[in-house]
């Protein structure tokens, strides 16, 4: 990979966590759309989903995230990493990954990962800590959105994204422009993830065990690593200041392409939560 910048857990215990279902809808109503006033960036959440093809209510999870993201079409992005217990059994298909791991472990006491997966499904909003905690549960997601929505539909950080893959080298090449719309009271870190859609592969569902279900928004690779890249090492960026990054890297040719997105977020260096998030298509050069 290159990029170029400017600037084992208790079966049981699992099995018990993992059994809680919830029945749709899960939202009954979205007071935010996407009919807002042009000039500021719309303010996006980043939900990453935990999840594993052997977790019996981790397709629950990826409904649910679906569900939010047609009543708030313009707020949600959202990543399933593939990593813990679930994600380890064989016989599946394989998306882990090294970003996996680190974020969510490998489903042992002794590698729990950054956010210490211990059961599945699970997942961080923005990576932020709630009470100390930064895992949130399913049933959580909606009302934890919509909090973030009700301080401010609007950031002060605009990402854009433009990407172009190469079908003769296989080369995927990403360009994210960071725009600062107000102060910003923090040291800026740049992540830029790769995710595909519409993945027909094993996942056990509730009872059953399908061979052909549809896995979307899988993590399939880092453009600059688990963490990202400092974009700012000054605890304060002025308003109307602009990043440019372009990264690339060599796409693994069993991938889709055209089902494939570049999720690019900036973190708070510090507290590593997620200030604002976009994602685009890659288009296809030939």
Known sequence: ?????????????????????????????SSFDCNYEPGLPVRKILIEDFTGWN???CPEAARIIEDIADRYPCHLVSIAVHAGYFAQFEGGPEFTTDIGFELG????????GFF?????????????????EYKV??????DLLVSFLEEDVFSNI??????????????????????????VQSKLSLVVYITESHILAK??????TFDNYEHNHVLRSGLNGTWGEEISIIGTVASNTVFTNTLSDTLNAEWVPENCKVIAFVTNTDTKEVIQVEEHEVVIVE
Do not use: H
């Open 1 to 29: 990979m290159k990029y170029y910048s400017r600037i084992i857990i208790v079966f049981a215990a699992l099995f018990a966590f993992a059994c809680d279902t919830v029945e749709g809808p899960y939202i009954e109503k």
């Open 55 to 57: 977790c019996p209510n």
């Open 105 to 112: 472990g490998d489903g042992t006491l002794e590698n729990p």
């Open 116 to 132: 210490n997966v211990s059961f599945q499904p699970i997942g961080t909003l923005n990576r932020k800590q709630w009470n100390d």
């Open 137 to 142: 549960q399913k049933e959580q997601w909606a």
């Open 158 to 183: 605009g990402i854009e994204i433009s990407n172009e893959f190469d079908t003769a080298s296989n080369v995927l090449t990403s360009t994210v422009k960071t725009t600062t719309y107000g102060e």
């Open 203 to 208: 996942q056990v569902d509730g009872g059953q």
